[in-house]
């Protein structure tokens, strides 16, 4: 069965920090792409952030310079370390995972249940 499951997710004040994580299945190749979307309330889910196994990185451009995605293969986690959080950062944010063939922007094949993390000013 495949499963992601997100944690960490919380409140903060603006200008904290907070890691959110995310664990694959063993049924998720560890070869596959992991990543990050979010959703704030009205508006649509985006892509926040996504990785390869080898490492290499996408970013939204919101959050270039602020977050920093990493995974660690062998536990097949993947991590989301939000600095400097703003209030308009308040979202569900939902980890995803694709085969490795897709591009760092393909749409996602399998998504997480979301975490909430909420910035007030």
């Known amino acids: 069965q495949v499963q992601l499951v997100e944690s960490g997710g919380g409140s903060v004040q603006a200008g904290e920090s907070l890691t959110v994580s995310c664990v694959a299945s063993e049924s998720i190749s560890r070869a596959n792409i992991m990543g990050w979307y979010r959703q704030a309330p009205g508006k649509q889910r985006e892509l926040v952030a996504a990785i390869r196994s080898g490492g290499s990185t996408n970013y939204a451009d919101s959050v270039k310079g602020r977050f920093t995605v990493s995974r660690d293969n062998a536990k097949n986690t993947v991590y989301l370390q939000m600095n400097s959080l703003k209030p308009e950062d308040t979202a569900v944010y939902y980890c995803?995972?694709?085969?490795?063939?897709?591009?760092?922007?393909?749409?996602?094949?399998?998504w997480g249940q979301g975490t909430q993390v909420t910035v007030s000013s």
């Open positions: 995803y995972s694709n085969p490795p063939y897709y591009t760092l922007t393909s749409p996602p094949r399998y």
